[in-house]
């Protein structure tokens, strides 16, 4: 997948496949892949390991770079991240008993982290999780719209700001629910 800003702006979605961005004289707004996107691709990665020509040349990876201009990379809510992990678990992409093991705190979460390299002159690039306002204001909306119950509302609080291998584990915790 490749962005593109010249003189102007561009807004997408990164794939959890790897690309390039490049920005000039521009700003980029982008949203990393959510952690069930990952999980897919993880697995699909597992099965079918990159050659080491791919890996050389970091077809697996984001490059974003950014020449007198701004970047912005936003992770989604982890309300966005469960309703993902749920619609994953729906849909069969995940079984429950593969679900159930990542969320048992004894077992290692594949290797979700894309690599990621930036390169940034005379300009900004932002990588973000969103703040922990953001969060708890998705939560609330999620619960008055009846996608989270009260009581899983305290475990997503309290993966705000959390690594990724325990916000996974917490949300496939709720996911089971």
């Keep these: 997948m490749f962005h593109l800003a010249l003189f102007s702006g561009t807004e997408g979605v990164l794939s959890p496949h790897g690309g390039t961005a490049f920005v000039l004289f521009g700003s980029a707004e982008l949203r990393t892949p959510t952690l069930a996107q990952r999980l897919v691709h993880a697995r699909e990665r597992a099965q079918r390991p990159l050659s080491r020509m791919d890996r050389l040349l970091g077809r697996d990876q984001w490059l974003l770079v950014t020449l007198f201009g701004g970047t912005n990379m936003v992770r989604p809510t982890l309300v966005e991240e469960l309703a993902a992990l749920r619609g994953l678990m729906t849909s069969g992409g995940v079984s429950r008993t593969e679900l159930q093991g990542l969320a048992d705190a004894s077992v290692s979460p594949p290797d979700l982290v894309g690599g990621l390299s930036t390169l940034t002159l005379f300009g900004a690039c932002v990588v973000a999780r969103p703040s922990a306002k953001k ?19 305290p475990l997503l609080e309290s993966l705000i700001g959390q ?12 996911a089971l629910a």
């Design 135 to 153: 969060e708890i204001a998705a939560i609330e909306r999620a619960e008055k719209a009846g996608e989270v119950d009260q009581r899983a509302r």
């Design 163 to 174: 690594a990724d291998h325990s916000v996974l584990r917490g949300l496939s915790r709720l």
